[in-house]
């Protein structure tokens, strides 16, 4: 069973920061969070990963709490391309396969 | 970031008949690669996990005689569907696994629309 938990949907409007939470209050101290997403039908990309500090890519930016319990995702100018379901993922080293939970469907719109 | 592609991209096959999809990593040697499964509306689900000259490993509920896997190189793992029924009609993601310590770096193929008519 996935590890974490995520609101099942979210809207947000074309150029705002889109903030998507994720719960995994379960994680291990050798886990790191990894998010994911998935446009329709196509497979899934990666944007970020974590393990305890905070994370910034050309994407996005991954903000992590400091008991590691939770952690945001953050579409700084959120476009229609954006629009797709995210994956937030807790995962152990190299080589473990990813377990995807329902995740958050983005759906942004102008 | 790395490539991984799949082939076919969607085939149309009739009930009874055996179905082969093919995940390559393109630019990088996969240690591992990962076969996944997704109904409408559904997310993704784990079949199974496959290293290279070894015997897949199979999630609990996925027959292993209808789902053969092998996984012959370091860039190459097939997913052979045995006497497909439409109840196999899905769409199916391999990813494929480039590291062999530390981060977990898995890069996904387009994924296979299989339907069974």
């Known amino acids: 069973d996935a590890k974490t938990t995520q609101p099942p949907s979210m809207d947000c409007a074309e150029g705002r920061a889109a903030n998507l939470p994720c719960n995994h209050s379960?994680?291990?101290?050798?886990?790191?969070v990894y998010w994911y997403r998935q446009i329709h039908s196509q497979g899934p990309q990666y944007i970020i990963h974590?393990?305890?500090n905070n994370e910034t890519n050309e994407m996005a930016s991954l903000i992590i709490t400091e008991d590691r319990k939770s952690s945001t995702l953050i579409l700084p100018h959120a476009t229609l391309r954006d629009t797709a379901v995210y994956y937030c993922?807790?995962?152990?080293?190299?080589?473990?396969?990813?377990?995807f939970g329902k995740g958050t469907t983005l759906s942004v719109s102008s | 970031g790395a490539v991984v592609s799949q082939h076919p991209s969607w085939v149309i096959c009739k009930s009874g008949t055996s179905v082969k999809i093919e995940c390559r990593s393109l630019?990088?040697?996969?240690?591992?690669m990962f076969w996944y499964r997704q109904f409408p509306k559904q997310s993704l689900m784990l079949m199974a996990t496959?290293?290279?000259?070894?015997?897949?490993?199979?999630e609990q509920g996925v027959e292993k005689d209808k789902f053969l896997i092998n996984h012959a190189s370091l860039t190459l793992s097939t997913l052979t569907v045995t006497s497909a029924h439409p109840e196999d009609s899905s769409f199916y993601i391999c990813?494929?696994?480039?590291?062999?310590?530390?981060?977990?770096?898995?890069?996904f193929g387009p994924g296979t629309r299989l339907t069974v008519l």
């Open positions: 630019d990088f040697q996969a240690t591992t």
């Open positions: 993922i807790v995962s152990a080293g190299a080589g473990t396969a990813l377990i």
């Open positions: 379960t994680i291990s101290g050798n886990e790191y």
């Open positions: 990813s494929a696994s480039r590291g062999t310590s530390g981060i977990n770096e898995q890069f």
């Open positions: 496959s290293n290279e000259g070894s015997k897949a490993t199979y």
């Open positions: 974590g393990l305890k």
